[in-house]
């Protein structure tokens, strides 16, 4: 069965039931009960986490491993207690972007990722040290960097 | 704000479920034991609000604010080491391989 959304980026958004995800915490500070991934920019890596009941609420999201190969998550103790994920085996991991004009300046939160397993989401805390609040998503090739 | 002074091992009780115990003061650090329902999540107040900014600022975004190309076709590459680290090719491994 298929579900119809307002988005005030997309207009009327037709899902599937099977795509909505439920977030039973919400996101930290914005809430959201219930959310849906959006394949918005094809190629890029870039999804929209949209909230399924707010028109307004949307983050684009990327998967962390797709742009960090050394990412690691080590989901803190509490949240571990809260959401009865361990890990994030089986599970999809996604991070929040800060879009900006300049690619460059575009940064991922590697501190606080999404984990969604079987309809359920949580954003939960990772514990892992290199796990910056504010990644830089691209970097210049090595002899950019040199020349500029 | 209500402001309350406890002892170490004194309690507070908020709503019929939420306990904190005040577990011990070792000069200008206190140590709380907070136990709370499953669910109810609790933070460390910076790092709630650093998410929480995080969060709000991700929410701006408007819907042509994503690279409408995959950026490894531009001037940019995905950042594939952390950021500041040069990157290494086979090659560099090769040349570097006596």
Same mark, same amino acid.
């Given at each position: ?12 958004? @037709? !899902?599937?039931? $099977? %795509? ?12 959201? +009960?219930?959310? *849906? ?36 998550? @080590? !989901?803190?103790? $509490? %949240? ?12 999809? +991991?996604?991070? *929040? ?52 | ?98």
């Amino acid at each position: 069965m298929s579900v119809t959304f307002q988005s005030i980026r997309f207009g009327a958004v @037709e !899902i599937q039931e $099977e %795509d909505v995800i439920e977030f039973p915490f919400g996101l930290i500070g914005l809430g959201g +009960l219930r959310y *849906t991934l959006l394949d918005r920019n094809p190629g890029t890596g870039f999804l929209w986490l949209h909230a399924v009941d707010e028109p307004a609420l949307a983050l684009p999201v990327v998967s962390p491993h797709e742009f960090f190969s050394t990412f690691t998550l @080590e !989901i803190a103790p $509490e %949240d571990q207690e809260r959401t009865g994920l361990k890990d994030a085996t089986g599970a999809q +991991l996604y991070v *929040t972007v800060r879009a900006t004009p300049n690619p460059l300046d575009i940064t991922a939160n590697l501190r606080a990722p999404l984990v969604i397993r079987e309809g359920h989401g949580y954003q939960v805390l990772n514990m892992d040290e290199d796990a910056s609040l504010q990644a830089p998503l691209f970097t210049l090739p090595v002899e950019q960097r040199i020349a500029s | 704000m209500l402001i309350l002074t406890r002892r170490p091992g004194e309690r507070v009780v908020i709503g019929d479920e939420i306990l904190v115990t005040v577990m011990g003061v070792s000069g200008h650090t206190v140590r709380l034991g907070i136990a709370a329902p499953e669910g109810v999540p609790i933070y460390r107040e910076e790092i709630w609000l650093a998410v929480k900014e995080e969060n709000r600022a991700a929410a701006e975004a408007s819907a042509d604010a994503l690279p409408a190309t995959p950026p490894e076709t531009g001037t940019a590459q995905p950042a594939q080491t952390p950021a500041g680290e040069p990157t290494q090719t086979p090659a560099d491994e090769q040349a570097a391989d006596p």
